[in-house]
T-cell receptor, first 115, second 115 residues
Framework: DTEVTQTPKHLVMGMTNKKSLKCEQH?????MYWYKQKAKKPPELMFV???????INESVPSRFSPECPNSSLLNLHLHALQPEDSALYLC??????????????FGSGTQLSVL | AQKITQTQPGMFVQEKEAVTLDCTYD???????LFWYKQPSSGEMIFLIY??????QNATEGRYSLNFQKARKSANLVISASQLGDSAMYFC????????????FGPGTSLSVIP
């Protein structure tokens, strides 16, 4: 199983809603990531979890709250978002192989629209 | 500060021809990894090829090869025998081992393959 699964694929929410994005991988990877991607732009790193602990927070507003309940799951809780938060949210995981190569495996993303 | 530059916002290539997508990077870290990802219009990020900073040989994966020139800090992607399905956004990315889990992306190149 070399998949990273993200749900839902599409989400529309109002600015007062609370919603969660979910990400799951069963490859035993020790690092998991959230990226935000606006149209025709590169992915921007938001958070990194390493061994279930938050290791990088790229100064993301507190209306985005990550959670890593276990080594296979990563959530992104959303509350009081703004229309400019509308984007594709990508989850990824990684683990170094014996030769030191450590590539990111990406999920297919959640396309979020904030009204 | 680490930075990735892709100077070609858009490229066209005739089907069955080869094409080179440029990537230059800036880092003072001695240890790093370089990646190329493909993102079709469906949004998924597809891993293509990896080059470690200490690798002596240029990486190859099927029709993809990476022209790594360490002194010039360039890591160009060469796609041989282009196919219509190669039309997509291509992102160059770099992992910083001193920051352990951080991967940043260049601005991307949009490749269109013409029949």
């Amino acid at each position: 199983d070399t998949e990273v699964t993200q749900t839902p694929k599409h989400l529309v929410m109002g600015m007062t809603n609370k919603k969660s994005l979910k990400c799951e991988q069963h490859m035993g990877h020790r690092a998991m990531y959230w990226y935000k991607q606006k149209a025709k732009k590169p992915p921007e790193l938001m958070f990194v979890y390493s061994y279930e602990k938050l290791s990088i927070n790229e100064s993301v507003p507190s209306r985005f709250s990550p959670e890593c309940p276990n080594s296979s799951l990563l959530n992104l809780h959303l509350h009081a978002l703004q229309p400019e938060d509308s984007a594709l949210y990508l989850c990824a995981s990684s683990q170094a192989n014996p030769s030191g190569e450590e590539k990111l495996f990406f999920g297919s993303g959640t396309q979020l629209s904030v009204l | 500060a680490q930075k990735i530059t892709q100077t070609q916002p858009g490229m066209f290539v005739q089907e069955k021809e080869a094409v080179t997508l440029d990537c230059t990077y800036d880092t003072s870290d001695p240890s790093y990894g370089l990646f190329w990802y493909k993102q079709p219009s469906s949004g998924e990020m597809i891993f293509l090829i990896y080059q470690g900073s200490y690798d002596q040989q240029n990486a190859t994966e099927g029709r993809y090869s990476l022209n790594f020139q360490k002194a010039r800090k360039s890591a160009n992607l060469v796609i041989s025998a282009s196919q219509l399905g190669d039309s997509a956004m291509y992102f160059c990315a770099m992992r910083f081992r001193t920051s352990y889990d951080k991967v940043i992306f260049g601005p991307g190149t949009s490749l269109s393959v013409i029949p």
